[in-house]
């Protein structure tokens, strides 16, 4: 599998919270979805990787080149959406894209200004008077005018509406069309995810829980509800989490097809991404 | 880092007019009072305010917004740098225009305009020289407190030992001040680009080490 971006043993720490060796490689061609709470350390990584942050411990591998020796240059190929444009507010589309074209190598005018009007975007306003939607189109014109390689979002469709948020979706998946391109993009509205992401990466207080293939997480996990005696006749190293009813036990297990098998008796429904981050957040262990 | 000059510019647009209009002010302010020197000061302080609204700027989402881009972190803290001479060129030319008109309006003598722009000039490089570097590590209110206390300080200073002197000895100083004038403002001007030299450093040092 050839990575984009490979991340081993990343460790960053602050005050109150590490984010704690981290080993992780994002498949080239692929959407690469960050999920976990607040806090949980999404945004930390996004910017360890962009070097907004530097980690204490670690490595971090873009195209197979350490990130400490590529120069600024590198960012030539990657479209990003971290931190937001208010600080822009009194600049308009127009006035940014110009601004834009002297910082990129590969900046394409007409790709920019065929975005602003594909969004509807009035490029002669101020970015204060958009809206957040409109701010954050504005964004993705901007990580898509430069021939970007690789897109690193940062809860690009948060706060937004679900038409917009499509729109959003639609278009990172028109980006993966190229094999060449990869996409890592956090959120918390996991059913954005689930629509469009490759693999799913799952972060709970700073340490990396689980890295899958989604069809593979969503085909082999799945949820029982039977009672404390059925319970226990489910092999413990099936178990992932368990939510305990007063009348019904609720238990996620990592491979219901072999449960299936060999406990015929036991029905188990499929779990989506949703349920199987809760159950490993919230559920108890056996 | 033309673009994030650009950046800069673009976001300072909003503050354009105002500053046009306050500086037409006070040069018919400094043309009653007949003092080219007082409109070529004015025009340095709200300067300095401009600089300020881009730290500002950047401060409020714009350098975690740089670094995102491809230009390197010295990049960014050279593009302020560069803006601020080219600002303090634009704004030394435009007050010392009006200072020369009103110079001949009023019948002033034109060494004073010159000689209170170039030391003005280096005031402002000397000040910014501080001040930027402060606010890289401390941010733009602990800057504003240190600029304050760089004016203040100054002028406590000279008050409290002309208030010592006697006659005699406040026109002596004024003899000497004046045989010196060249030399003194070579001197500043010598002091303000070392100044600034050290004080780049200092600040991309600062940025380099600045998590966002």
């Known amino acids: 599998m050839d990575a984009a971006i490979c991340l081993h043993n990343v460790t960053k720490s602050y005050k109150d919270f590490t984010l704690d060796h981290i080993t992780l490689d994002i498949p080239k061609g692929s959407i690469v979805g960050l999920v976990g709470e ?15 942050a530097t980690p204490e411990e670690g490595q971090i591998y873009i195209d197979d080149k350490p990130l400490s020796q590529l120069s600024g240059d590198w960012k030539n190929n990657v479209g990003v959406i971290i931190s937001g444009i208010d600080f822009a507010g009194s600049m308009t589309g127009a006035e940014f894209g110009k601004t834009m074209e002297k910082i990129y190598e590969n900046w394409e005018m007409d790709t920019y200004q065929a975005y602003l009007k594909d969004f509807k975007i009035d490029a002669g306003k101020k970015i204060k008077e958009y809206s957040k939607g409109m701010k954050m189109k504005l964004c993705l014109a901007l990580a ?15 706060g937004l509406d679900p038409v917009v948020r499509d729109d959003i979706l639609d278009l990172l998946l028109d980006f993966i069309q190229d094999e060449s391109h990869t996409v890592l993009i956090s959120s918390h509205i996991i059913s954005d995810l689930e629509k469009v992401a490759d693999y799913i990466a799952f972060l709970h207080e700073g340490r990396l829980q689980l890295f899958m293939n989604k069809d593979e997480m969503l085909d082999k996990h799945g949820v029982i509800h039977c009672s404390a005696v059925e319970y226990d006749q489910i092999p413990e190293d099936y178990v992932k989490g368990i939510r305990k009813g007063q009348f019904c036990y609720e238990v996620l297990v990592s491979d219901r097809h072999k449960i299936q098998r060999e406990l015929p008796g036991l029905t188990v429904d499929s779990a989506s991404i949703e349920e199987i981050i809760l159950f ?7 | 880092m033309i673009g994030l000059m650009k950046k800069d510019l673009y976001c300072l647009k909003q503050y354009f007019r105002q500053y046009i209009l306050m500086v037409l002010f006070f040069a ?6 007949k003092s080219p020197s007082y409109v070529i000061f004015m025009g340095m302080i709200m300067g300095v305010s401009l600089m300020f609204s881009t730290l500002s700027v950047d401060e409020m989402g714009g350098f975690g917004f740089s670094l995102t881009l491809p230009v390197s972190r010295r990049q960014i803290v050279g593009s302020k740098y560069l803006l601020l001479i080219v600002g303090m060129a634009c704004i030394l030319l435009c007050s010392m225009g009006l200072g020369l008109i009103i110079a001949v309006a009023a019948d002033v003598s034109y060494s004073e ?15 910014m020289a501080i001040v930027i570097p402060v606010a890289f590590r401390w941010k733009v209110e602990k800057a504003r407190i240190v600029l304050l206390g760089i004016i203040a300080l100054p002028a406590i200073v000279v008050i409290l030992i002309f208030r010592q002197m006697n006659e005699v000895q406040k026109e002596l100083f004024e003899q000497m001040v004046e ?3 060249s030399t003194i403002v070579i001197v500043l001007g010598i002091v303000a680009i070392i100044a600034l030299l050290f004080s780049y450093l200092i600040s991309a040092r600062t940025f380099e080490r600045e998590e966002l």
């Not at chain 1, 806090?39 to 907004?52: P, R, V």
């Open chain 2, 113 to 127: 305009v010159f000689f209170c722009t170039v030391s003005c000039g280096g005031f402002y490089l000397l000040v």
């Open chain 1, 38 to 52: 607040n806090g949980a350390g999404k945004t930390t990584l996004l910017k360890c990787i962009l070097q907004l």
């Open chain 1, 280 to 286: 490993l957040v919230k559920g108890e262990k056996k």
């Open chain 2, 28 to 33: 018919v302010f400094g043309f009653f009072m």
């Open chain 2, 179 to 181: 045989m010196n004038l």
């Open chain 1, 144 to 158: 898509l005018s430069h021939q970007a390689k690789i897109l690193i979002f940062d809860e690009p469709t948060s």
